[in-house]
Nanobody, 112 residues
């Protein structure tokens, strides 16, 4: 059974930082392209970032480029998302996703 468990969300002031983590199990993580997606209140899912299996190729939504960094540790079956210079519009539920599954999410709230 595929499991993706996110953590690291919370309440942060504008300009602050958070680091999200996602522990994966039930599939061959090191061979899988992984993604972070988010859903803001009342809006649809937005693809935030992708990373290839080896970690050498990444992509970002224009809205987060230069502020967020995706990374992975294949030895630990863990995906990360470093969120810097957070804005109120980054408030959303953040999900870790493989090609076929998505976790339960971790809430990020940016507010003063």
């Amino acid at each position: 059974e595929v499991q993706l468990v996110e953590s690291g969300g919370g309440l942060v002031q504008p300009g602050g930082s958070l680091r999200l983590s996602c522990v994966a199990s039930g599939f061959t993580f090191r061979l899988s392209t992984m993604s972070w997606v988010r859903q803001a209140p009342g809006k649809g899912l937005e693809l935030v970032s992708n990373i290839n299996p080896g970690g050498g190729s990444t992509s970002y939504a224009d809205s987060v480029k230069g502020r967020f960094t995706i990374s992975r540790d294949n030895a630990k079956n863990t995906l990360y998302l470093q969120l810097n210079s957070l804005k109120t519009e980054d408030t959303a539920m953040y999900y870790c996703a493989s090609a076929t599954s998505r976790g339960q999410g971790t809430q990020v709230t940016v507010s003063s």
